[in-house]
């Protein structure tokens, strides 16, 4: 298995522009999640999707951000948009087994960097 | 709110050295807690799961154990060795499928 896929590895874009992260989860994990690493606030979860069906968003910070999940095998994360403090690394992971706790895979994750 | 904190939060020790992470939770209702790994620029690695039943895990030369009612997990290190520089994360997960984490701890063992 290759695991979870992100890409862009890096990105950096200016100031006002859209970015849309993409992820590929592990085939036959039904869940996936989206979470932002920063120096200051460390991982957070974004968003998560149980079965391709968006469960919590409570993190995602603002209307700038949007997540979708059109199928089983892909997802994207969308800023729009993008500002200096979004620039952070977004990782990718999925899981599989619902609250009974499989573990989680991470992806290596996109490095955002917006100027 | 779940809330997960890891001390301390850098740690440097000589190579051979045993040492001990700890991870502390507030809220005990959870399902599992998850220790990670992860390297410079990298993306996290599972290193063990223990769930709410179990009292430790062992991979190698690592050991995890939780106590569920005190809120505490530590992650014992046998033997460290400089490949094991890194950062290690604690995360738990409770009545949803959210991970909170912990900010971690830096390990740096020294040659």
């Known amino acids: 298995d290759a695991g979870v896929i992100q890409s862009p590895r890096h990105e950096v874009t200016e100031m006002g522009q859209e970015v849309t992260l993409r992820c590929k989860p592990i085939s036959g994990h039904n869940s996936l999640f989206w979470y932002r690493q920063t120096m200051m606030r460390g991982l957070e979860l974004l968003i998560y999707f149980n079965n391709n069906v968006p469960i919590d968003d409570s993190g995602m910070p603002e209307d700038r951000f949007s997540a979708k999940m059109p199928n089983a095998s892909f997802s994207t994360l969308k800023i729009q948009p993008s500002e200096p403090r979004d620039s952070a690394v977004y990782f990718c992971?999925?899981?599989?087994?619902?609250?009974?706790?499989?573990?989680?895979?991470f992806g290596s994750g996109t490095r955002l960097t917006v100027v | 709110k779940q809330e997960v904190t890891q001390i301390p939060a850098a740690l440097s020790v000589p190579e051979g050295e045993n040492l001990v992470l700890n991870c502390s939770f507030t809220?005990?209702?959870?399902?599992?807690l998850q220790w990670f790994r992860q390297d410079p620029g990298k993306g996290l690695t599972s290193l063990l799961l223990i769930q709410s039943s179990q009292r430790e895990q062992t991979s190698g030369r690592l050991n995890a154990s939780l106590d569920k009612s005190s809120g505490r997990s530590t992650l014992y290190i046998a033997a460290s060795q400089p490949g094991d520089s890194a950062t290690y994360l604690c995360a738990v997960q409770g009545g949803s499928e959210k991970l909170v984490f912990g900010k971690g701890t830096k390990l740096t063992v020294n040659p």
């Open positions: 809220d005990s209702a959870i399902y599992n």
């Open positions: 992971a999925s899981s599989w087994g619902g609250a009974q706790g499989h573990g989680y895979t």
